[in-house]
């Protein structure tokens, strides 16, 4: 059974956002994220400001999801859509609009999750709810909700299975790896960084060398790659934890130019990107982390349009709270999940996240094919 879609609930009140997001039991919600559907009435401006686009779920997934489902429970809404193309002032800048605009709610996914505090109290000076969209918002500010998966379990995951194909307990003892950690300005960055130490930490496994991305730059990734190859030696080092695939792709990219066979060493990633999947069946990268975006897209739209309408959150969606260092927010969590090629089909492509002919161009034929997939 698949899991993507249960809404974990939080820890108790008052946890702190380190050990918050423990599961501690689930419902079965549909994948379309909500069980609410049909247009409600009403009207009303959203703002979707999300934080950028050299990862591709934002626009590929967030936005088409979220913009469907709003325009479903109220074709009288509209959506405000801005990219802060992973610059914080930019985003300040873009919720000014919108608010200027007349959005009565913010869905803020954060570029900076401290400076965007600013943004949850000019907002809320004026009446307007904010929805934390996938990043927590902290910088002393109280979102109105909070809606992600639970991101130490992403790191974990990512850790678990490098470990395993570096050979379980005993054959990772004293093997290298190099560490590509997300952007230090994402508050989840620093979660996937925390779950994935959680396990590396205690497996005997060499972290050789350890970067931070900034901006989550798949070509700062690549630079960083090749730094550690230069000074590691690339016969060194057995393995790679990418925080997301597009920095797993710019490892990758350093570890073929450096002559490096990405068959031979395997590396983590997350989200799903088609190339990303892509890799994973053609065995380049190891694994990646599969968040479905549609019930995150489709929950927050949901919340968003009986926010936008002055109405309650609607019951059942709120399943916990997340503490983000000033409040404890109510929050939605969902459950990520481990692939590798061996379960491709029976996540991402039974989902339709990819279509099997978005997956299986003719460079990935016979890797379809191996993988089960037609
Ligand atoms: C994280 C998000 C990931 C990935 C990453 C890069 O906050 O949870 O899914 O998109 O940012 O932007």
């Given at each position: 059974?698949?899991?993507?879609?249960?809404?974990?609930?939080?820890?108790?009140?008052?946890?702190?956002?380190?050990?918050?997001?423990?599961?501690?039991?689930?419902d079965?919600?549909?994948?379309?994220?909500?069980?609410?559907?049909?247009?409600?009435?009403?009207?009303?401006?959203?703002?979707?400001?999300?934080?950028?686009?050299?990862?591709?779920r934002?626009?590929?997934?967030?936005?088409?999801?979220?913009?469907?489902?709003?325009?479903?429970?109220?074709?009288?809404?509209?959506?405000?859509?801005?990219?802060?193309?992973?610059?914080?002032s930019?985003?300040?800048?873009?919720?000014?609009?919108?608010?200027?605009?007349?959005?009565?709610?913010?869905?803020?996914?954060?570029?900076?999750?401290?400076?965007?505090?600013?943004?949850?109290?000019?907002?809320?000076?004026?009446?307007?709810?904010?929805?934390?969209?996938?990043r927590l918002?902290?910088?002393?500010?109280?979102?109105?909700?909070?809606?992600?998966?639970?991101?130490?379990?992403?790191?974990?995951?990512?850790?678990?299975?490098?470990?395993?194909?570096?050979?379980?307990?005993?054959?990772?003892?004293?093997?290298?790896?190099?560490?590509?950690?997300?952007?230090?300005?994402?508050?989840?960055?620093?979660?996937?960084?925390?779950?994935?130490?959680?396990?590396?930490?205690?497996?005997?496994?060499?972290?050789?060398?350890?970067?931070?991305?900034?901006?989550?730059?798949?070509?700062k990734?690549?630079?960083?790659?090749?730094?550690?190859?230069?000074?590691?030696?690339?016969?060194?080092?057995?393995?790679?934890?990418?925080?997301?695939?597009?920095?797993?792709?710019?490892?990758?990219?350093?570890?073929?130019?450096?002559?490096?066979?990405p068959?031979?060493?395997?590396?983590?990633?997350?989200?799903?990107?088609?190339?990303?999947?892509?890799?994973?069946?053609a065995?380049?990268?190891?694994?990646?982390?599969?968040?479905?975006?549609?019930?995150?897209?489709?929950?927050?739209?949901?919340?968003?349009?009986?926010?936008?309408?002055?109405?309650?959150?609607?019951?059942?969606?709120?399943?916990?709270?997340?503490?983000?260092?000033?409040?404890?927010?109510?929050?939605?969590?969902?459950?990520?999940?481990?692939?590798?090629?061996?379960?491709?089909?029976?996540?991402?492509?039974?989902?339709?996240?990819?279509?099997?002919?978005?997956?299986?161009?003719?460079?990935?034929?016979?890797?379809?094919?191996?993988?089960?997939?037609s």
């Open positions: 059974m698949l899991n993507h879609g249960s809404k974990a609930l939080l820890g108790l009140a008052g946890v702190t956002m380190a050990f918050g997001l423990a599961a501690c039991g689930s079965e919600s549909s994948d379309s994220g909500s069980s609410s559907s049909g247009d409600s009435g009403g009207s009303g401006k959203i703002a979707l400001l999300l934080p950028e686009s050299k990862t591709t934002y626009e590929s997934q967030d936005k088409p999801l979220f913009e469907a489902k709003v325009k479903e429970l109220c074709s009288g809404c509209e959506v405000l859509y801005s990219n802060a193309d992973q610059d914080a930019k985003q300040q800048q873009q919720a000014e609009a919108a608010i200027t605009n007349g959005a009565k709610v913010l869905v803020l996914d954060p570029v900076d999750a401290d400076s965007a505090g600013a943004i949850v109290k000019r907002a809320q000076e004026s009446d307007i709810k904010v929805i934390s969209y996938d918002i902290g910088g002393g500010s109280k979102p109105d909700f909070y809606i992600s998966y639970d991101n130490a379990k992403v790191g974990e995951l990512q850790a678990t299975s490098l470990v395993e194909q570096l050979g379980g307990t005993d054959g990772v003892k004293g093997k290298q790896i190099v560490m590509i950690n997300g952007a230090p300005t994402d508050s989840n960055a620093g979660l996937f960084k925390k779950g994935a130490h959680s396990v590396f930490d205690k497996s005997g496994v060499k972290i050789g060398k350890e970067y931070d991305t900034p901006d989550w730059s798949p070509d990734a690549q630079d960083e790659m090749d730094q550690a190859i230069t000074s590691l030696g690339k016969d060194k080092i057995d393995g790679v934890y990418a925080a997301n695939d597009g920095t797993a792709g710019g490892a990758i990219a350093a570890m073929k130019a450096a002559g490096m066979d068959t031979k060493v395997p590396s983590t990633g997350q989200d799903a990107e088609l190339a990303g999947v892509q890799r994973v069946l065995g380049e990268q190891g694994m990646t982390v599969y968040k479905a975006i549609k019930p995150e897209a489709g929950d927050a739209a949901t919340l968003a349009v009986a926010l936008v309408q002055g109405k309650e959150a609607p019951s059942g969606l709120v399943n916990g709270k997340q503490n983000n260092g000033t409040a404890d927010i109510p929050a939605i969590i969902y459950q990520p999940q481990a692939v590798t090629k061996d379960n491709v089909k029976d996540t991402i492509v039974a989902d339709g996240f990819w279509k099997v002919d978005e997956l299986c161009t003719s460079a990935y034929a016979d890797a379809c094919k191996a993988a089960g997939i």
